[in-house]
T-cell receptor, first 117, second 114 residues
Framework: AQSVTQPDIHITVSEGASLELRCNYSYGATPYLFWYVQSPGQGLQLLLK??????LVQGIKGFEAEFKRSQSSFNLRKPSVHWSDAAEYFCAVGPTTGYSSASKIIFGSGTRLSIRP | DTGVSQDPRHKITKRGQNVTFRCDPI?????LYWYRQTLGQGPEFLTY????????KSRLLSDRFSAERPKGSFSTLEIQRTEQGDSAMYLCASSLGDYQETQYFGPGTRLLVL
């Protein structure tokens, strides 16, 4: 069955420190991979996505993620976090989609990021 | 604002009452999705529409739940005879439905059933 695992429920990092959020997926075919961020009271905002090609993907707000097929991972990174990065981060996987298929995204349970001043 | 909008943002209701939520997708997006998110969890797929046709429903969508998208634009999600277990955030997303589509989410409707 398709699934996404985010092993860290809660992470605290100091402002200015680097960040890596882990994501592992289980999917039978080549997946589409996403990272979304959710701030309190806000909807999900897409940070970045991977469909194919270069395995290092750049996103908004200085985030990047690397797809590693051999490890079934798609970890999110940021070299220097800001207090405004405190939020819930969700990794998600979707199937290859065509015009007749739906991209039913499967989300992980999320990692809550806190920033230490 | 050209993003996905949802109304209301918050809803408190008593057990047994019916509630209806509305979602307005990004214009020209032909796919519309509903998800449910409970505390401490990621969103779970409920159903989706391709234009006005409801093409897939999750097992999570019991017969107390019904969704419509009558003209292929906005959508409504109705829950009849609400139960405390229905308390959750209900998220709507829309997409162009093209190859390698990206779903864009609204702010959600938070439902509390007392």
């Amino acid at each position: 069955a398709q699934s996404v695992t985010q092993p860290d429920i809660h992470i605290t990092v100091s402002e200015g420190a680097s960040l890596e959020l882990r994501c592992n997926y289980s999917y039978g075919a080549t997946p589409y991979l996403f990272w979304y961020v959710q701030s309190p009271g806000q909807g999900l905002q897409l940070l970045l996505k991977y469909f194919s090609g270069d395995t290092l993907v750049q996103g908004i707000k200085g985030f990047e993620a690397e797809f590693k097929r051999s490890q079934s991972s798609f970890n999110l990174r940021k070299p220097s976090v800001h207090w405004s990065d405190a939020a819930e981060y969700f990794c998600a996987v979707g199937p290859t989609t065509g015009y007749s298929s739906a991209s039913k995204i499967i989300f992980g349970s999320g990692t809550r990021l806190s920033i230490r001043p | 604002d050209t993003g996905v909008s949802q109304d209301p943002r918050h809803k408190i209701t008593k057990r047994g009452q019916n509630v209806t939520f509305r979602c307005d997708p990004i214009s020209e997006h032909n796919r519309l999705y509903w998800y449910r998110q409970t505390l401490g969890q990621g969103p779970e797929f409920l159903t989706y529409f391709q234009n006005e046709a409801q093409l897939e429903k999750s097992r999570l969508l019991s017969d107390r739940f019904s969704a419509e998208r009558p003209k292929g634009s906005f959508s409504t999600l109705e829950i009849q005879r609400t139960e405390q277990g229905d308390s959750a955030m209900y998220l709507c997303a829309s997409s162009l439905g093209d190859y390698q589509e990206t779903q864009y989410f609204g702010p959600g409707t938070r439902l509390l059933v007392l």
